[in-house]
Nanobody, 122 residues
Framework: QVQLVESGGGLVQPGGSLRLSCTAS????????MGWYRQAPGSPRELAAT???????NYADSVKGRFTISLDNAKNTVFLQMNSLKPGDTAIYYC????????????????WGQGTQVTVSS
């Protein structure tokens, strides 16, 4: 099993910043990618940003230029620096990890964190 522990959510005023972090631990052979998804009330879960150990990133159009994702490969920890936050960024942010595990066979698995609330409001 793999555990994802998230931190860094909270309440911030519009225009403010927050930094989320997520550490993966457990039976990890290697990380294929890690990322952040978000879900606003009444809306489906959507991609915010992803990153590979090689540094390849992918961002939702709605966060480009404001959010920066980074990965500490040695610590299996992914960060999401969120700047110029807007009320529309209010959501539960979920950490995601795609990992290669060597169990009975080698295979890739996807794990989710429990989520951390981000609220942007004045």
């Amino acid at each position: 099993q793999v555990q994802l522990v998230e931190s860094g959510g909270g309440l911030v005023q519009p225009g403010g910043s927050l930094r989320l972090s997520c550490t993966a631990s457990g039976s990890i052979g290697s990380i294929n990618a890690m990322g952040w998804y978000r879900q606003a009330p009444g809306s489906p879960r959507e991609l915010a940003a992803t990153i590979t150990p090689g540094g390849r990133t992918n961002y939702a159009d709605s966060v480009k230029g404001r959010f920066t994702i980074s990965l500490d490969n040695a610590k299996n920890t992914v960060f999401l620096q969120m700047n110029s936050l807007k009320p529309g960024d209010t959501a539960i942010y979920y950490c995601n990890a795609n990992v290669r595990q060597y169990l009975a066979i080698a295979a890739d698995y996807v794990y989710w964190g429990q989520g951390t609330q981000v609220t942007v409001s004045s």
